[in-house]
């Protein structure tokens, strides 16, 4: 059974810094990509990033780009988000999600974590 | 960019009832399109991946069609477990999702 555990959510200020994790568990970890999306609260989802298996190919919407940094350890069956210079608009729950097909990066996702909420507030 | 547009925002309706929901993309995305079911609290759920195929277990009652940039979700025959929020998603350039419907107890 595929499970996806996100951690490492909380309370941070302006400014500050937070990593998230995703354990994987239930299938091959390195073949499949990766991604990061988030809701404000009483919002939409919005994409937030992606990693291909190998962790050699990184996307981030134009919203974190410079600011986020995606990573796997694929030894832990592990994915992570740095998040630096976080500001209020970043609060929201994030979720990690899983790709569909192996070896591919389609951008839609067939498994969710059950997401991690991120508060940035002073 | 691609700017997906779902309508309605809300949807009231009972149970028994056939739902349509449609999604608008701001350029033609062909069938690269996804339908996520999402419930308070917890995170989506994948109903319909390349505008038209059923997700494995997804019940039948519910169906994807469209191409380009026209799309729509149907249920055939509305649920108790159905009242949810569902979202529609391209994937033809990176990832866009709509802003959602709301299918709420008439």
């Known amino acids: 059974e595929v499970q996806l555990l996100g951690s490492g959510g909380g309370l941070v200020q302006p400014g500050g810094s937070l990593r998230l994790s995703c354990a994987a568990s239930?299938?091959?970890?390195?073949?499949?990509?990766m991604n990061w999306v988030r809701q404000a609260p009483g919002k939409g989802l919005e994409w937030v990033s992606a990693?291909?298996?190998?962790?050699?190919?990184?996307y981030y919407a134009d919203s974190v780009k410079g600011r986020f940094t995606i990573s796997r350890d694929n030894s832990k069956n592990t994915l992570y988000l740095q998040m630096n210079s976080l500001r209020a608009e970043d609060t929201a729950v994030y979720y990690c999600?899983?790709?569909?097909?192996?070896?591919?990066?389609?951008?839609?996702?067939?498994?969710w974590g059950q997401g991690t909420l991120v508060t940035v507030s002073s | 960019d691609i700017q997906m547009t779902q309508s309605p925002s809300t949807l009231s309706a009972s149970v028994g009832d056939r739902v349509t929901i449609t999604c608008r993309a701001s350029?033609?995305?062909?069938?690269?399109l996804a339908w996520y079911q999402q419930k308070p609290g917890k995170a989506p759920k994948l109903l319909i991946y390349k505008a038209s195929s059923l997700e494995s277990g997804v019940p039948s009652r519910f169906s994807g069609s469209g191409s380009g940039t026209e799309f729509t979700l149907t249920i055939s025959s509305l649920q108790p477990d159905d009242f949810a929020t569902y979202y529609c998603q391209q994937y033809n350039n990176y990832c866009t999702f709509g802003q959602g419907t709301k299918v709420e107890i008439k």
């Open positions: 350029q033609s995305i062909s069938s690269w």
């Open positions: 239930g299938f091959t970890f390195s073949t499949y990509a």
């Open positions: 990693i291909s298996g190998s962790g050699g190919a990184t």
């Open positions: 999600a899983k790709e569909p097909v192996p070896g591919t990066m389609w951008y839609y996702f067939d498994y």
